[in-house]
């Protein structure tokens, strides 16, 4: 429900452009919304990492998640977000394949928190990284055949799902950033008079014309990394998960 819950105001965080009528005084404070809905964010997240603290994640688990997310972290600085070229993308996708979404939602947005504090990227953005990194890993983490489907078509699966997810992770982090733009200066800001349909179409234009480079370069090297390190990469998170076993009780038998 945790997970439900800041998901639900995730989703309204990034797309109240379109849901807000002219007449709305949210309109009105269109410069002040996205400082709003990034402090609300923090506060749901604290309420996932709380969630989660009291569902007996074992040391293990969090061992994992540690490590994961600083390898994630340390990842990131590599391109530096250079023409899209953000390796850390396709960890976090094989990582939700092969840990569960649940898994793969904690993760993502650990790791981008680490990320930020170690690349000064701190911001009112940052949540909003945060929770598109979460939801970018869990999809990974709900494609379908998790226990059946080895070898090439599973490759083949994870590396369609990182190419489309980096567009979606690209297109929703324009979402959080489009209504900062004062449209006194560009014809493809939000224009709280406008119609949704307006709107819906200087957002494209905005999307085509500042990140389009960026989330192609970010898909092709998610893509290009999945086919060539995915097979072993898979390998050692499968190998490290069976060994670590968190999701597995301990018992003992009597003598």
């Given at each position: 429900m945790a997970l439900v819950l800041v998901s639900a105001v995730g989703v309204i965080a990034f797309t109240w452009p379109f849901l807000a009528p002219p007449t709305s005084t949210l309109n009105a404070h269109a410069q002040d919304a996205p400082w709003l809905f990034a402090g609300l964010l923090v506060l749901l997240v604290a309420v996932v990492a709380a969630t989660i603290s009291?569902?007996?994640?074992?040391?293990?688990?969090?061992?994992?998640?540690?490590?994961?997310?600083?390898t994630?972290?340390?990842?990131?600085?590599?391109?530096?977000?250079?023409?899209g070229i953000e390796p850390m993308f396709f960890l976090m996708v094989l990582s939700g394949r092969v840990l569960g979404p649940g898994f793969g939602f904690v993760l993502g947005s650990i790791t981008m928190?680490?990320?930020?504090?170690?690349?000064?990227?701190v911001g009112p953005w940052m949540p909003f990284q945060m929770l598109s990194m979460a939801w970018f890993t869990m999809g990974a983490g709900l494609l379908p055949g998790p226990d059946r489907l080895r070898g090439r078509t599973e490759l083949a699966l994870l590396a369609v799902y990182g190419f489309l997810a980096a567009f979606a992770y690209g297109t929703a982090m324009n979402m959080q950033g489009?209504?900062?733009?004062?449209?006194?200066?560009?014809?493809?800001a939000l224009d709280p008079e406008a119609s949704v349909p307006e709107n819906l179409a200087r957002f494209?234009?905005?999307?085509?014309?500042?990140?389009?480079?960026?989330?192609?370069?970010?898909?092709?090297?998610?893509v290009v990394l999945?086919?060539?390190?995915?097979?072993?990469?898979?390998?050692?998170?499968?190998?490290?998960?069976?060994?670590?076993?968190?999701?597995?009780?301990?018992?003992?038998?009597?003598?």
């Open positions: 009291e569902s007996g994640l074992g040391a293990k688990a969090v061992a994992m998640l540690g490590v994961l997310a600083a994630g972290a340390a990842l990131r600085p590599i391109g530096a977000g250079t023409a928190f680490a990320s930020a504090l170690l690349t000064g990227g489009w209504p900062f733009l004062d449209p006194d200066s560009t014809t493809i494209i234009t905005y999307c085509l014309a500042t990140s389009l480079g960026w989330d192609l370069g970010r898909a092709v090297v998610t999945t086919l060539t390190l995915g097979p072993a990469v898979l390998r050692a998170l499968r190998r490290a998960t069976r060994r670590a076993a968190f999701e597995t009780a301990v018992t003992f038998d009597r003598r």
